[in-house]
């Protein structure tokens, strides 16, 4: 039988309703107010205006606003799948509006009536889901019982597919506000995410598969062979000997030792990363001990990569969730629901012995635009007495929780900090779950912001470890689509990591701002860290 790998530039891309899949689309109320206040508004507006949209996305200060991204005009697909998503998520639609009438009536329920006496007003599509709760300062409220909401028509698992297409020369459009059309390019597989299908064919880009037998599971055509397969097996990584530490990019961070692997926030590129120095997935250990998400941003808890290494993870550690707050989803629930059986949540400073290493949760603050988040997390992982921490988009609003945590923790040898310090306002990832629009000046006061140079060389202060590096900048080729940052040497976040860095440096420090993978040499072989491609 002829051994057939899947190529490397294919590209496995999960949709819900023909839109780039993310954590605020799987959970079924944020992914129905999302639909109904961030995707049929986009359409329609692109469907009235594609000459406008066309405009827009030419300036590259509009990447990631509300515009599509086609380069011809392709209004009457746009206006055909509108019909459709009001046609098939019409239950979600109505749900959506309940949860806006759920609000109203709290907003206007007398302050001396009890929660109880309020059940019977709950809109009907939302009534043995909800909770009512009064706050702590006496504020109505209510909290949603995930668990039932999985288990509801509001969890329309028909609405996922796999978008199967050939990786293109440029990057792809902002997945946030374009959705995936029909063409000669792509396959749609209309499977969920959970089927065990999905972890044949991405098990294909390290294990040789009978490729026909597989086409022929997934229901697609044998034309597809020459496409999707070849006979040529993936380069494979050499075996870890002691420790390794490696910035594969963005946030994501490989740490190996005595035969344990540990995947932070992987987002894992196709063959245009390793064009561009990086890594897929051939490159990764064949077993994950590990998967460590610090949070639920698109650009951490990464649905793309996650679901493609399923198969090949142990299991999945997660921050814990606040448990029904709108806007704050659990990852657990809803990992579990895509397929993932061993999803531990990390209570912070509750250690986890991963094989030879140790993973602790931390506190994680900022970067939500004060929203009530509960499930984000930064890590200290130690590896033989080494202690790394893993801040990724951590803000150091308030550096007594941090000196708090510096008494706590062993001595720091390495920090990894992210420093997207001009974030975008909160209503750009949270708008839909708002109950009204916020004004525009407090929305642009409530950015999705990371340290600047200030806060994090306090954290230097306070730690006191023996390197630095700025990571998490979203500057990757191969990342744009779902960051949308395009920084030149002006830019406010470089300017402030640069100097980050120069000041580091000054004090003796090794410091770098990463861009692309690195790889950290073992404190106990050397104190220098040395590049696995050019220095950009």
């Known amino acids: 039988m002829i051994q057939y790998w899947l190529k490397e530039d294919i590209t496995l891309v999960p949709l819900i309703g023909r839109w780039y899949a993310w954590p605020h689309l799987i959970a079924p109320l944020t992914g129905a107010l999302n639909i109904a206040k961030r995707h049929l508004p986009i359409m329609d507006s692109y469907a009235n ?208 030792h005595a035969g344990t692997s540990i995947l932070v926030d992987p987002v894992i590129g196709y063959a245009s990363a390793r064009q561009d120095g990086g890594w897929t997935f051939s490159d990764l250990p064949d077993q994950i001990d590990a998967i460590v998400i610090t949070h639920s941003h698109q650009d951490h808890f990464f649905l793309e990569t996650l679901l493609q290494l399923r198969s090949r993870t142990q299991c999945v550690i997660v921050p814990q969730a606040a448990r029904g707050e709108l806007t704050d989803p659990s990852p657990a629930i809803m990992l579990r629901q895509l397929g993932f059986t061993d999803v531990r949540e990390a209570p912070y400073l509750e250690p986890l012995k991963i094989g030879s290493a140790t993973v602790t949760a931390l506190p994680f603050l900022g970067e939500h635009g004060d929203l009530p988040i509960g499930a984000k997390a930064t890590y200290a992982v130690n590896v033989e007495g080494e202690n790394i921490l893993l801040m990724a988009d951590f803000r150091n609003i308030e550096p007594r929780v941090v000196a708090h945590l510096a008494k706590i923790l062993p001595a720091v040898d390495t920090l990894f900090i992210g420093m997207e310090c001009e974030g975008a306002p909160v209503s750009w990832l ?107």
């Not at 997934?218 to 097996?233: H, I, K, R, Y």
């Not at 949270?430 to 525009?440: A, E, M, V």
């Not at 954290?459 to 500057?475: E, S």
């Open 430 to 536: 949270y708008g839909p779950l708002l109950s009204k629009p916020l004004p525009r000046n407090v929305d642009n006061s409530r950015h999705l912001s990371s340290s600047d140079c200030a806060q994090a060389i306090s954290l230097i202060d306070l730690f006191n470890p023996k390197r630095a590096f700025v990571y998490a900048m979203g500057q990757e080729r191969w990342l744009r689509h779902i960051t949308s940052k395009i920084y030149t040497d002006t830019s406010l976040p470089i300017v402030e990591a640069s100097r980050f860095v120069r000041i580091c440096t000054e004090r003796g420090m090794e410091a770098k701002l990463l861009l692309g993978p690195y790889t950290l040499s073992s404190k106990k072989n050397s104190s220098r860290l040395h590049e696995e491609c050019t220095d950009h």
């Open 49 to 256: 205006a594609p000459a406008l949209h066309a405009r827009a996305v030419q300036d590259i200060n509009n990447i990631g606003g509300p515009f599509v991204d086609y380069e011809t005009d392709c209004s009457s697909p746009i206006r055909a799948l509108a019909s459709k998503t009001r046609s098939e998520c019409r239950g979600l639609l109505e749900v959506a509006i309940e949860v806006e009438k759920l609000r109203e009536m709290l907003r206007a329920a007398p302050d001396d009536a009890t929660m109880e006496s309020l059940y019977s007003t709950v809109p009907d599509g939302l009534k043995g889901y909800v909770e009512l709760i009064r706050e702590t300062e006496g504020k109505p409220g209510f909290r949603l019982i995930e668990e039932l909401l999985y288990r509801s028509p509001y969890y329309v698992k028909s609405l996922q597919s796999i978008s199967i297409q050939t990786e293109r020369a440029n990057p792809r459009p902002f997945s946030l506000s374009t959705p995936t059309l029909d063409d000669s390019n792509n396959r749609i597989l209309d499977i969920a995410f959970d089927d065990p299908r999905l972890d044949r064919l991405a098990l294909a880009r390290i294990h040789p598969v009978d490729a026909p037998a597989l086409l022929q599971e997934l229901g697609l055509p044998p034309d597809d062979l020459a496409s999707l397969f070849t006979t040529q097996a993936p380069p494979r990584p050499d075996a870890v000997v002691g420790s390794k530490v490696r910035v594969l990019g963005h946030a994501t961070v490989l740490i190996e």
